[in-house]
């Protein structure tokens, strides 16, 4: 695995850092892979033009804020926030033509591009990502709190950054996640995260979670996403989360 700068290492291994995976379904997917992804919009997102949001990381000694504008169809991805050295930085690049960027776009903004968003529909991800293992392993004790959900476990064989990267997602009736576990496949740190889904909000006919609470090492961790909207096609005006 290739060493980061303290800058994007925190924001994005927390998760690990994902390379966005063609979408495809041709693997078999367990029923509720498919009934996951639908409670979070998926069969309306061919409707998503953009979609707007700020990623927020907060752990003790270090926070971070990362605005985004990301365009599906047209594969571009706009970027506001700050460089390793506390700079405003604003940039706007298609990701197909990720190799003609700057170092600075293709190895620090663009993995942490990916971080967040698979942070903001990661439900989606269950079924579009074909590098992906999907489990359906039945009723477990939840990891926080009290009381019990249906755990779906997702492994990584290809398209991660490191082969192994585990997530476990507990489900409740409605399909909504309560709270995620994820385990690093390799060295890299945090090893274990431990995080609540909850606040969740409606973007257009987008279902977004946006606060995460738990723990990164077994530190205190709160993840957040603020100012999330959605423009959708046929339309310039944004719809706000709420």
């Known amino acids: 695995m290739a060493k980061l700068g303290r800058s994007t290492t925190i924001g994005f291994l927390i998760l690990g850092a994902l390379l966005l ?38 752990i003790p000694g270090f926070k971070l804020n990362r605005t985004w504008t990301w365009e599906p169809k047209a594969d571009r991805v706009t970027y506001e926030g700050k460089d390793k050295a506390g700079n405003p930085v604003k940039v706007t690049y298609v990701r197909s033509q990720l190799s003609s960027q700057p170092d600075n776009v293709k190895n620090e903004i663009d993995p942490g591009f990916v971080n967040d ?44 950054y490191t082969p192994g990267d585990t997530w476990e997602l507990f489900l409740g009736a ?24 909850a ?7 987008l279902l977004v979670s ?11 961790m709160t993840l957040t996403f603020t100012n999330v909207a959605v423009k959708l096609a046929g339309s310039d005006t944004w719809v706000n989360a709420q």
């Open 117 to 160: 968003q698979y942070w903001l529909v990661f439900p989606f991800h269950v079924v579009w990502d074909s590098g992906a293992n999907v489990e359906d392993a039945g009723m477990q004790k939840l990891p926080l709190g009290k009381g019990s959900a249906q755990k779906v476990a997702v492994k990584y064989s290809s398209g991660g």
């Open 199 to 205: 606040g969740y909000k409606k973007a257009g006919p």
């Open 174 to 197: 409605d399909n909504r996640v309560q709270v995620l576990v994820f385990h690093h496949g390799g060295n890299a740190k945090p090893a274990v995260v431990i995080a609540t889904w």
């Open 21 to 58: 995976a063609t979408v495809s379904r041709a693997q078999t997917r367990p029923p509720i892979a498919e009934k996951l992804a639908k409670t979070y919009g998926l069969d309306s997102f061919g409707q998503i033009e953009a979609i707007r949001y700020t990623f927020n990381l907060d």
């Open 210 to 220: 946006t606060e995460h609470h738990g723990t990164a090492d077994g530190k205190p």
